[in-house]
C-alpha cells in the first residue's frame, strides 16, 4: 500500500478519535459563543491601537497606554475564564498531546527509537511507544 494511502487511512482514523471529535464540538461551541467573540474581536482591536500608540516614541500617550493595557488585561481575564474558551484549549491540548504520541509511534517504527531521552517506564513523560 502506499503511503499517502496509508496517510489517508490514518486521518481517517484520528477523525473518528473522541479527542477530535470533541475538539471539533469544542470549536463549534467556540465560535458560536457571542459573548466571547466580541471579547476577542474587542482584544485584537486594542491590541491594534496600543502597538500604534508604542510606535509613537515620545509623542504617545502614556495615559492612553495604560487605559488601553488595562482594558487589555480584562478582556485577557475574561476570555480566558469564558468556559468555551477553557474547554477548546482543554480539546486542544489533548488532540496535540495524541499527535505527538502519533508521531512518536511513526518515528519509533522508522528509527527504532523513541524521541527523547528514552524510556522512563513513566507512559506520562513519553510520546508513546505502545
Do not use: W
Request: charged fraction near 30%; glycine fraction near 6%; aromatic fraction near 4%.
Amino acid at each position: 500500500m502506499e503511503i499517502f494511502d496509508l496517510a489517508a487511512k490514518l486521518g481517517q482514523a484520528l477523525k473518528q478519535d473522541e479527542r477530535l471529535i470533541a475538539l471539533e464540538k469544542a470549536k463549534q461551541a467556540y465560535e458560536a459563543d457571542p459573548d466571547l467573540r466580541r471579547a476577542m474581536t474587542e482584544y485584537e482591536v486594542q491590541q491594534k491601537v496600543l502597538a500604534e500608540e508604542i510606535t509613537k516614541g515620545e509623542a504617545r500617550d502614556l495615559h492612553l497606554v495604560d487605559m488601553v493595557q488595562n482594558r487589555i488585561d480584562e478582556l485577557y481575564r475574561q476570555i480566558n475564564g469564558n468556559p468555551a474558551f477553557i474547554e477548546l484549549d482543554r480539546a486542544q491540548t489533548a488532540v496535540n498531546d495524541l499527535m505527538a504520541r502519533v508521531n512518536a509511534a511513526i518515528t519509533y517504527e522508522i528509527t527504532g527509537e523513541l524521541p527523547g531521552s528514552g524510556c522512563t517506564h513513566d507512559c506520562k513523560t513519553c510520546g508513546g511507544c505502545r
